[in-house]
T-cell receptor, first 112, second 113 residues
Framework: DAGITQSPRYKITETGRQVTLMCHQT?????MFWYRQDLGHGLRLIYY???????DKGEVPDGYVVSRSKTENFPLTLESATRSQTSVYFC???????????FGPGTRLLVL | GNSVTQMEGPVTLSEEAFLTINCTYT??????LFWYVQYPGEGLQLLLK?????DKGSNKGFEATYRKETTSFHLEKGSVQVSDSAVYFC????????????FGEGTQLTVNP
């Protein structure tokens, strides 16, 4: 029972590079979410998806791109990484709203 | 818009002490309210929830009551353990938010033996 996994767990990159963070869930949950966690800000929603091929912006979408061609995968791409995108990124999924979301272990990203 | 305010941390307690972490919210209508917990190096886990006024959510000795009149959802535990050391997040899902959650900033709890 793998649940929800994220890869890589740690990533160091340079300003201007493209980075893709992967998220995979084995429950066939309809909803998937991407958050970033920063000290003093709690968790902020970047993008979410209600189903395959349906995505929508969250609170802080600028500089990020998502896609969802398959129900189980929800990759997050930083098209041109900036230092301000240094953060811990969490993916989550839920069967139906509201509220009971299941979180992955997180990806710690450092942009130099 | 929706917002959640948690008491500032960090909070440090001795084992078997009483815990209260305050949470107040702003939202229209009747949101659902949640407490999530994050143990070191892990993602968040749902601790408890309440979906209507006066409901009490409870789990693992933790409790929180949905108080519409004071727009609050304070987390309590009568006797904390070292294993309760974690970051606690209060969150809400508004009536029109679908599955989206709005989180508070989190409160770091450290319990010393």
């Amino acid at each position: 029972d793998a649940g929800i996994t994220q890869s890589p767990r740690y990533k160091i990159t340079e300003t201007g590079r493209q980075v893709t963070l992967m998220c995979h869930q084995t429950w066939s949950h309809s909803y998937m979410f991407w958050y970033r966690q920063d000290l003093g800000h709690g968790l902020r929603l970047i993008y979410y998806s209600a189903a395959a091929d349906i995505t929508d912006k969250g609170e802080v979408p600028d500089g990020y791109v998502v896609s969802r061609s398959k129900t189980e995968n929800f990759p997050l791409t930083l098209e041109s990484a900036t230092r301000s995108q240094t953060s811990v990124y969490f993916c989550a999924s839920s069967l139906q709203g509201p509220g009971t979301q299941y979180f992955g272990p997180g990806t710690r990203l450092l942009v130099l | 818009g929706n917002s959640v305010t948690q008491m500032e941390g960090p909070v440090t307690l001795s084992e078997e002490a009483f815990l209260t972490i305050n949470c107040t919210y702003t939202a229209t209508g009747y949101p659902s309210l949640f407490w999530y917990v994050q143990y070191p190096g892990e993602g968040l886990q749902l601790l408890l929830k309440a979906t209507k006024a006066d409901d009490k959510g409870s789990n693992k000795g933790f409790e929180a009551t949905y108080r519409k009149e004071t727009t609050s959802f304070h987390l309590e535990k009568g006797s904390v353990q070292v294993s309760d050391s974690a970051v606690y997040f209060c969150a809400l899902s508004g009536e029109t938010s679908g599955s989206r959650l709005t989180f508070g900033e989190g409160t770091q709890l450290t319990v010393n033996p």
